[in-house]
Every structure is written in C-alpha cells, then in structure tokens.
C-alpha cells in the first residue's frame, strides 16, 4: 500500500479501496440467531462508501473456513436471496468463467491457503491479483474492474467480528 | 443412556457479578437477569444490561423449562459431549449442555428442562435433559 503519487511512479496497474466496513455480532444478550453473520451489516456499510451494488462485483475473495462459511456470507452480502445459498453455489454461480460471481480463484483457505489467523489478507491478495490482471490465466476473470474482499473472525453463528473490502481498478 | 462414559463439567469461576447466579445454582434454582429500563431478559446475566447498558438489572429466576435450539455433538474424544443452545420460556437463548439423552436422537425444538451437574471444586453447573 502506497500513497497515490508514489503508486502512479509505479508502472503497476493501480487498485483502491472503494468502500469498507466491519462489523461485530456478538451473544447479542441471548437473543441468540445463528443464521446470519456480521456480514449483513459490513456488507451494506462497505458498499454504501463504495456506491456499488453486489452486481456491480466481477469477483469476489470471501473467508473460507468451511463452505457454511462460504454460504452464510455469500447470503448476507447480498449475492443471493437468504437461504438461496447453496443453490446459488450448486448452480455454479462460483466458478471463473461460468458463474455471476467468480469467487477464490486461489483455491481459497480449503483448497489452497489459511495462514492461521491471517485468513484476510490471502483473500485481498487474490483480489488485488483479479483487478491487475494478474491472475492465473484459466481462472482470470475479464473485464474486472471493482472486486470484494469479506471475511469473519472468530465464531461464525455468534462471537465474531466481520470485515468487507470493495476494491476498484483505476 | 448409552454412553459408558459421561464427561465431568469443569467447575465455574465465581466472580462478584455471578455470585447469586452460582449461589442459586446451590439451591437447584437457575437464574436469569431482567432490564427494568428496556424491559428486555438476557443470559448469561451481566451487571450493564447488554441492550440498554443499563444497570437497573435484577435477578429472575427461570422455570427450568426450554426447547432446544440448536445441538452438536463432539464424538472425537474419549467423553462424547453434547453442546446446545436452549432457548429458555423466558425468552432468552442459553448455551449449554444436553446430558442424560442419547445424543443421536435429539431434535431441535425438542423440549428440555434444566438439572443440575455437580463438580469436585465448586458450585453445581446448570444443563439441561430432555423432557
């Protein structure tokens, strides 16, 4: 990361932050909801500062743990209706090249990497790779110009903190 | 009851804010808190209430009964267990442990009511059994 004088010196395809937002869920006092996560509020905070909708995202690094992970957040920020997620991801919604939402084209935290507890910042590297164009050829997604970064820490149902990242090519 | 072995709870940590609550627990009696400026109950109870952060919160005692809310059971270890979140007829959600049940046939929205386990060192931990 760099100031914006110093990044145009670069000769590099240059990333911004558009929008960000984070959010802790937490025992919420025993009002105790296990189907949503801090997403359904660092989604909308971050793509208000954006001024984009999930539409406008041309790919996606979200926080994968395990896939229900992967479901609940994909729901909360708004990719699908709620409780739509698994047929939104069985449908092939997620792959490169075939789906609305190209989503961990590094093989994610299940297929690829999970640095303990830095799970985020693969997922912004990967993300920061689509917008350069700079990913693996087979899984470039064409034309991306603004990507999400999104993950959670701690327990998915309750206890967590949930941070989102939007991120346009400039 | 089909499990050989039952796992023992570890006993609580009591601090000034949950003395009555372990104090209760003493006398087979499960508590909870109630916010007199929201109106609101919650578990586990807290000093600040966790809505309003109001500190006019004062001690109810609960029916013992509740539903299961969700459960999942941990096999990988020589004591299987059960952890459950029961939501209380109170209205609040606690996490908790099922015991005395077979594990296997345990159902949300199954209804529970509350029993009290002892521990070596300490106050008697409050879970719940299946009705």
């Not at chain 1, 110093?6 to 909801?33: F, Y």
């Not at chain 1, 693969?122 to 920061?128: C, D, L, M, Q, Y």
């Not at chain 2, 949950?18 to 807290?46: I, V």
């Not at chain 2, 059960?82 to 199954?110: F, N, S």
Request: charged letters at 25%; a positive charge; aromatic letters at 8%.
């Amino acid at each position: 990361m760099t100031s914006p004088e110093v990044a145009k010196s670069l000769k590099r395809p240059l990333v911004k932050v558009m929008g960000a937002g984070e959010a802790p869920k937490g025992q919420m006092g025993g009002d105790v909801n296990l189907t949503y996560s801090g997403a359904r509020w660092s989604g909308p905070t971050a793509f208000a500062e954006a001024g984009v909708t999930p539409k406008d995202i041309k790919y996606a690094s979200i926080y994968d743990s395990f896939t229900i992970t992967v479901l609940m957040q994909i729901e909360d920020l708004g990719f699908c209706e709620k409780g739509q997620g698994g047929k939104f991801v069985s449908d092939g919604n997620l792959i490169s090249g075939v789906g609305k939402l190209p989503f961990n084209t590094d093989g994610g935290g299940l297929c690829n990497n999970h640095p303990a507890n830095r799970g985020g910042i693969t997922k912004v590297i990967e993300a920061v790779r689509q917008l350069r164009g700079e990913a693996h050829p087979k899984v470039q997604v064409k034309n991306c110009d603004i990507a999400l970064a999104h993950g959670t820490g701690g327990s998915l149902g309750v206890r967590h903190g949930s941070a989102t990242l939007i991120m346009e090519r400039v | 009851m089909t499990e050989a072995k039952v796992r023992a709870f570890p006993p609580a940590v009591v601090n000034a804010e949950s003395k009555p609550y372990w104090d209760a627990a003493e006398k087979g009696k499960l508590l909870y808190k109630f916010c007199t400026a929201c109106k609101k109950p919650h578990f586990y109870p807290r000093t600040l209430c966790p809505f309003c952060f109001s500190d006019k919160t004062e001690w109810k005692e609960a029916s013992g009964k509740g539903v299961i809310y969700s459960h999942s059971t941990m096999r990988r270890t020589p004591e299987p267990y059960t952890l459950a979140y029961v939501t209380l007829e109170e209205g609040p959600t606690a996490l908790t442990g099922i015991v005395d049940c077979d594990p296997d046939k345990l159902k949300i929205g199954q209804k529970v009511h509350v029993v009290f386990k002892p521990t070596k060192e300490g106050p008697p931990i409050p879970a719940f059994a299946p009705d």
